[in-house]
Structures are given as structure tokens and as C-alpha cells.
């Protein structure tokens, strides 16, 4: 290596960690710091039916918040994640499955559980 260019490398390693300093990149705390915490759920649909909606409320209260699905979860075997609003640990959810049956879940302890199987019957 020409002497210049290692000067001139040795000048970039000096500059380089206080330039780093000067600008630090924010951290995943900083970035999350304005957003609650969120707590993902599973669901997997075992029945035969589509499940057209989906709504969690505190236990023992009417305030169910509809949980947005895109398309419909399909009956057979298959489950999607969804996000859980903000709140306690003890939840009622409210599935809808195509055809109007409504299945009332309450107790649903979203803090001990990550997901939910719906099974026909």
C-alpha cells in the first residue's frame, strides 16, 4: 500500500467511529417507544366453515373491537395471526362464520396463550 493511501486510511478509521457517534442509529426501543405493545394471536380454523369476522372485547364486556381479516379464514385447516388490541389478559372473542353462526369464546386468557383451535362440534 502507497503511503498516501494508507493515510489516507488511517485518517477514514479516525473519522469514521465519531461520525458513527454523532449520529447514532435509533434502536428498535426508540423507534417502538410512540407504539403500545402489541400481542399477536393465533388462529387456526379446523372447522368446516369460513370464519368471515372476528372481535375481541375485555371479559364480560360488549366493547368486542373487530379484528381485521382481510380475507376470510377458510375452513379445513387453516390459521392466520392476528393483533390483539390493547388491554388485560382475560379476553371474550367473538367468531363469525359464513352463514351467520356466531360462536362466543369467553375466558380466553391472551397473556398464558399465543393461539386458538376451532374444532367442529
Known amino acids: 500500500m502507497s503511503p498516501t493511501r494508507a493515510i489516507a486510511f488511517a485518517a ?5 467511529p465519531g461520525s458513527m457517534l454523532a ?12 407504539r403500545k405493545s402489541t400481542r399477536h394471536f393465533k388462529l387456526v380454523n379446523a372447522t368446516f366453515d369460513s370464519v368471515i369476522a372476528l372481535a ?7 366493547a368486542f373491537h373487530d379484528v381485521a381479516l382481510g ?5 379445513g385447516l387453516s390459521s392466520m395471526t392476528v393483533d390483539v388490541p390493547a388491554g388485560g389478559c382475560l379476553r371474550d372473542l367473538r367468531v363469525t ?8 369464546l369467553p375466558y380466553i386468557d ?12
Open 71 to 75: 380475507d376470510p379464514l377458510q375452513g
Open 56 to 62: 375481541i372485547a375485555p371479559h364480560g364486556s360488549d
Open 97 to 104: 362464520f359464513r352463514g351467520g353462526r356466531i360462536l362466543l
Open 110 to 121: 391472551v397473556c398464558r396463550s399465543d393461539g386458538l383451535r376451532l374444532t367442529p362440534g
Open 23 to 34: 449520529a447514532p442509529a435509533p434502536s428498535a426501543a426508540h423507534a417502538d417507544a410512540g
Open 12 to 16: 477514514l478509521l479516525a473519522i469514521a
